[in-house]
Each structure stands twice: as structure tokens, then as C-alpha cells.
């Protein structure tokens, strides 16, 4: 183990920190509106058919869902809810980090443009209502400001100028006051362990809520610089009559025993299926109330199977390897995302039926098909691919600068995960290649990515040579509200339905599903990209 324990040493508990003499400026979203764009948007490519059309496809996702959904005047995408958007700023930090790591010259003023979208953001985020929400909304919100941090730290090592540091307390402390709030709901009186989703309502342990917590308290170990701000307030107001925290160093232990707790419990919760994928959740046979709490075990599954619970997980075991070096968590991550790509499907005969979580190779949720997910529901994708890309970065080598407190492997080790990762890469190809192609003209992209392959535009009877002589108006090619259809043949036509496109049925394209398309390409980029 290649602890670096002088930094713990050095990291002494300081007692209270004297904020009333010097309160932190906090942050005025006002200042960063993240308007005046200086750059030229850059070109998207038509298809991803060559390796290099990866990275500029992924910021032409990013490009679109902040200048289509970002609103600069309440500084927070409007058409979100509070726990989609506190993903969409994950998903904005973690690109970022994506572009500094590959091309931090070229792309200089998108990062600052975005970044400080970011920074308006914490002032956007409706955090005081998060603190009220169910305890997976508040867990978002850790690691949103976690991968903020990750960011900063990265971009200021490769660009000196960089002023982002700044911000890091503010978003520690908002970090921290989330993990301790949710944190509460992790409850040993029932079922022997295992977060609650809420405790608003008949308890129920669920897959996302328990992963969330394995992954935002090993986050919390590994990332979090700690935050002497002793307001219990998760704003930044400098409030001293709120003061009830004790300052928090970096790397706490107690962040650590709660994940490997937490994994504990998960791992022999009995939370898979068959085929090896996390179902949604348990529930309590005969719980009635406080007092009378039926067999008080998680015996009643619901078997409900989505994209997101299979993602966040591999994070969590991912940080823990990193924290430990124990093999066995890498291992039940490899395990889970072979489970996850055989479940859609993919294989020597990729099928077209749905194979449990996908069909044609490709990643789907149930309520893609016929267009009725919920605007929860069409956030799950990204989730699940910006996991499977935290969990495939390369692990850190004794031989590179590796951060405080991460384990560092052998090169044969770093070379196993990275070709176990490797091995996933043309399916992660498969899925981006198929999201790319659900786009509409102004680059937004659908939710359900095998339309495609299931319905290619099939030229139906009496069909019109349109290439040559237009789009017909006809109820196969139009809609009155929905008038343009894709001029390049990318977008599926269904033969006599009323819709042109699968995308635009339910809610339609959004900028949930936008999160999807970028979190799919960001994941993309970094399996073809070799470091
Ligand atoms: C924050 O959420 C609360 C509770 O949902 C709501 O009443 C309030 O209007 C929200 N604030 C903003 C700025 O949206
Ligand atoms: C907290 O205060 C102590 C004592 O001044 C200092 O050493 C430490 O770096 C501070 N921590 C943070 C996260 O600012
Ligand atoms: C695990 O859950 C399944 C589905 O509810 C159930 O059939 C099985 O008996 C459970 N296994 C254990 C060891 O509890
Ligand atoms: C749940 O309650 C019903 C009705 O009281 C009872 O018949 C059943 O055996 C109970 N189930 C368990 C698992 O205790
Ligand atoms: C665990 O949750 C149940 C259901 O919400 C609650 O009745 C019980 O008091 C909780 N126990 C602890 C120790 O928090
Ligand atoms: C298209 O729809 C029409 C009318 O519903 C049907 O007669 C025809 O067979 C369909 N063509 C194909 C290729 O599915
Ligand atoms: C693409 O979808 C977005 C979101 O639904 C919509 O605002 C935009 O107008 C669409 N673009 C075209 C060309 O239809």
C-alpha cells in the first residue's frame, strides 16, 4: 500500500475557523452568466464512422445542450428538475476535465465559458429545496460538486492561469453538508443495513440510493479538500449564527468506513437478477408503521430493471479500489459491465429482441420503445456511461503523480483494467454511433438510441423520391406541429404511423436526453482515446 501518509499527518485537526473576521466573498451567479460566447462553434461531424469525429462530436453535445436548454438569466437549465440538473453539472465538469485531459490549448475559452457556468450554477442550484428531496436528490448533488473539484484541481495542474481553485471551498462545503445530511438515511433497523430512499414514505432500500452512497462517500474520501466553514447552511451565505459544524479534513475515515460499509451491504443484499443486473430496489413484507414493521427484512424485490442502476455502482467500486487496492472491487465491476453488455444484446448474434436492458447491442431503457419514459427516466443513459468512464479511466501508476491518498497499481495491473476496458470499447463505439444518429437538425439528441437499427427508413409503399424531389407532405413524413424531419436519412421514418420520429413522441427530445447523448460520447472519447 503506497499511502502517502505525510499528508495525513500533516492535515492536523484545526479547531473553529474564525469566519466572522474573514467571511469568504460568496459567489454572485450574476457574475457568470456564462453569456457572451467568444469562440465559433465548432464543426460536428455527419457520422462517427472514424475515431477522430469522437471528440468533436462531444463538445458539439456539450455546445448544444448549454446554448439550446442553459438559461444565463436564472443560471440553471430551466426545463431540468432539481436532480437532473445537479446531473447535467456533473456531466458539464466531468466533459471539461475530458477536454483539458486531451486538447486544453485548442479549446481554452470553451472551458472558461463553461466553467463558469458551473460557477453560476452553485448559485442556480435550488439547494435548499435539495435538502428537503429524497435522499438519492441530495446525493446527486455530492457528486456534481465533487467532479467540480476534480475539474479544478485537473485544469489548474495544466493551466497555470487558471483561477478556479477559488471556488473549491464553496463547493466542499456544499458537498459535505450534503453527505451529511443523507447519510441519515443509511439505517440499521431495518433489513440490517442499506440506505432508504426517503423517509417520507413506507421504506424502501433501493439500488440507486445505496450506490449513490457508496460512490459519493468513497468521492467524498478521495476528493473532497475538506471545508472549515462551520454553517450548517449548504449556501454560501457567510451566516455565522447558523455555525454547528466542526471544521473536516480532507481524506476523513469515516468517509471510507462508509463505503465499505455500504458495499458490505449492497454486495450481499441479494440485488441482482439473473442475469446478473441490479433491479430496482426492496421493500419490507407487512411493514405497516414505525411500531409494526413486518418481517423489518428486504424480502419484497420490485424487479424493475434501468440503465442507471447498473451504472453508479462501478464508480463506487472503482473508488474503492483506489482507496484500498483490494482487487475484488475492480473485479465486481468488470463482472457487472459484461453482465450489462451481454443484457442489450451484443455478441456474435446481437439480436433485435430485448435481451434485458437492450436490444441490438444497444443500451436501452423499457420506456424508450414506445416513448414513455419520464423526464427521471430519460436522465438514466448518461448516468450510466459517465460511470462506466469514471470506472475505466486508467488506474494511477507509482511511476505518475499520483493524487493524495490513491493507491497506486503495478503496471501489470494498470495494464489488465485498461485492457479489460478496451474490451468494451467497440460496444461503447456501438452506442455512441447509435445516439449520434438520433440527433435533430440543431444537434439535440433523442432518447431512444436503437431506432435505427430496429425501423432504418424503410421506403414505404407509394413512397416519394424525395432526396429528388422533397420531403412530401403526407402524415408518414409530417406532422403539422413537427414539420421538419432530418434532411440526411439519419432519423428513422415509421411506415404509416403518424410520427415521423420515434424521438419526438412522449416528451420528446429534451434536455435529459441531451445529458444522454453527451454522457455516451464523453465515454466514447475516452475509450478511444489513448493516454
Ligand atoms: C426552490 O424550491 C422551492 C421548493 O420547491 C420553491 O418554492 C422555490 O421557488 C425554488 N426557488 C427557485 C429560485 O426556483
Ligand atoms: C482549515 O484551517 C486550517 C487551519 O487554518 C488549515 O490548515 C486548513 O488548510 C484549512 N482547510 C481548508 C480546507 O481550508
Ligand atoms: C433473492 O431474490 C430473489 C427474487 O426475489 C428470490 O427468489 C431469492 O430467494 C432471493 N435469495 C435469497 C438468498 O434471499
Ligand atoms: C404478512 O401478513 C399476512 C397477513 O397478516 C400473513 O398472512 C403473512 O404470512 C405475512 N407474511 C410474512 C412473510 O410474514
Ligand atoms: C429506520 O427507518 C425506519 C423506517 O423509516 C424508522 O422507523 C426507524 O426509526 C429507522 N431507524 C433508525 C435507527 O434510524
Ligand atoms: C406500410 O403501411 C401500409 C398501410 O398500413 C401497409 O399496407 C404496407 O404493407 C406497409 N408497408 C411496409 C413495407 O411495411
Ligand atoms: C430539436 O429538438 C429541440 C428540443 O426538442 C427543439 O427545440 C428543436 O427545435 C429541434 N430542432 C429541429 C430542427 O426540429
Not at 86 to 95: E, G, K
Not at 155 to 171: A, C, K, L, Q, T
Not at 204 to 224: E, H, P, R
Amino acid at each position: 500500500m503506497v499511502y502517502h501518509f505525510i499528508l495525513l499527518l500533516l492535515s492536523t485537526c484545526t479547531v473553529v475557523s474564525d469566519r466572522a473576521k474573514a467571511p469568504r466573498q460568496p459567489i454572485d451567479p450574476t457574475q457568470h452568466p456564462g453569456t457572451g460566447r467568444s469562440y465559433r462553434p465548432r464543426l460536428r461531424p455527419r457520422s462517427l464512422e472514424d475515431s477522430t469525429e469522437g471528440f468533436p462530436a462531444m463538445v458539439n453535445a456539450l455546445e448544444v445542450m448549454q446554448s439550446e436548454f442553459w438559461d444565463p438569466s436564472t443560471s440553471t437549465w430551466s426545463a431540468g428538475i432539481d436532480w437532473t440538473r445537479a446531473v447535467f453539472s456533473t456531466h458539464v465538469s466531468a466533459t471539461l476535465s475530458t477536454i483539458a485531459k486531451y486538447q486544453a490549448g485548442a479549446y481554452q475559452s470553451e472551458i472558461a465559458t463553461y466553467f463558469d457556468e458551473v460557477v453560476a450554477f452553485y448559485g442556480g442550484e435550488n439547494a435548499t429545496s435539495l435538502t428537503q428531496q429524497k435522499y438519492d436528490d441530495m446525493l446527486w448533488v455530492i457528486l456534481e460538486w465533487l467532479e467540480a473539484i476534480k475539474f479544478v484541481r485537473y485544469y489548474s495542474s495544466v493551466d497555470s492561469s487558471f483561477e478556479g481553485n477559488h471556488y473549491v471551498p464553496e463547493f466542499a462545503h456544499r458537498a459535505r453538508v450534503f453527505w451529511d445530511l443523507a447519510s441519515q438515511g443509511y439505517n440499521t433497523s431495518l433489513c440490517e443495513g442499506g440506505m432508504l430512499w426517503t423517509n417520507q414514505l413506507a421504506p424502501y432500500k433501493n439500488a440507486i440510493t445505496n450506490q449513490l452512497f457508496l460512490t459519493s462517500s468513497v468521492g467524498m474520501y478521495l476528493y473532497f479538500p475538506g471545508d472549515n466553514d462551520t454553517s450548517s447552511s449548504p449556501l454560501n451565505s457567510p451566516d455565522v449564527t447558523s455555525a454547528s459544524l466542526l471544521p473536516m479534513k480532507a481524506h476523513d475515515q469515516r468517509y471510507l468506513n462508509a463505503a465499505i460499509m455500504e458495499y458490505q451491504w449492497l454486495s450481499t443484499s441479494n440485488m441482482t437478477n439473473a442475469q446478473g443486473l441490479y433491479v430496482d430496489g426492496f421493500h419490507i413484507t407487512n411493514w405497516t408503521s414505525t411500531t409494526s414493521i413486518g418481517t423489518g427484512k428486504c424480502d419484497a424485490r420490485d424487479e424493475s430493471i434501468y440503465t442507471y442502476n447498473q451504472g453508479v455502482f462501478l464508480s463506487g467500486v472503482r473508488g474503492l479500489w483506489d482507496a484500498t487496492g483490494d482487487s475484488t472491487y475492480l473485479t465486481d465491476g468488470y463482472t457487472l459491465v459484461h453482465n450489462v453488455i451481454a443484457a442489450t444484446g451484443w455478441g456474435a448474434k446481437t439480436s433485435s429482441a430485448w435481451a434485458g436492458i437492450g436490444s441490438d447491442g444497444i443500451l436501452r431503457d423499457f420506456c424508450d420503445v414506445d416513448g414513455s419514459c419520464s423526464q427521471d427516466a430519460q436522465n438514466f443513459k448518461g448516468i450510466f456511461f459517465h460511470h462506466l468512464a469514471l470506472f475505466c479511466e486508467p488506474l494511477a501508476l507509482d511511476n505518475q503523480q499520483a493524487q493524495d491518498f490513491v493507491f497506486t497499481a503495478t503496471a501489470a495491473k494498470a495494464q489488465d483494467h485498461q485492457s479489460k476496458c478496451d474490451g468494451y470499447a467497440a460496444w461503447v463505439r456501438h452506442n455512441a454511433q447509435a445516439a449520434y444518429r438520433t440527433r435533430n437538425q440543431t444537434g439535440v439528441y433523442g432518447g431512444w438510441w436503437d431506432v435505427p437499427s430496429r425501423s432504418r427508413p424503410r421506403q414505404p409503399v407509394g413512397a416519394s423520391d424525395y432526396r429528388n424531389k422533397g420531403i412530401p407532405q403526407n402524415r408518414i413524413w409530417r406532422l403539422p406541429s413537427h414539420p421538419v424531419v432530418s434532411q440526411d436519412g439519419m432519423n428513422p421514418v415509421y411506415n404509416g404511423s403518424s410520427i415521423p420520429d420515434p424521438n419526438e413522441r412522449g416528451r420528446g427530445r429534451t434536455v435529459e436526453t441531451q445529458s444522454g447523448g453527451l454522457g455516451v460520447m464523453r465515454c466514447f472519447v475516452q475509450m478511444e482515446e489513448k493516454v
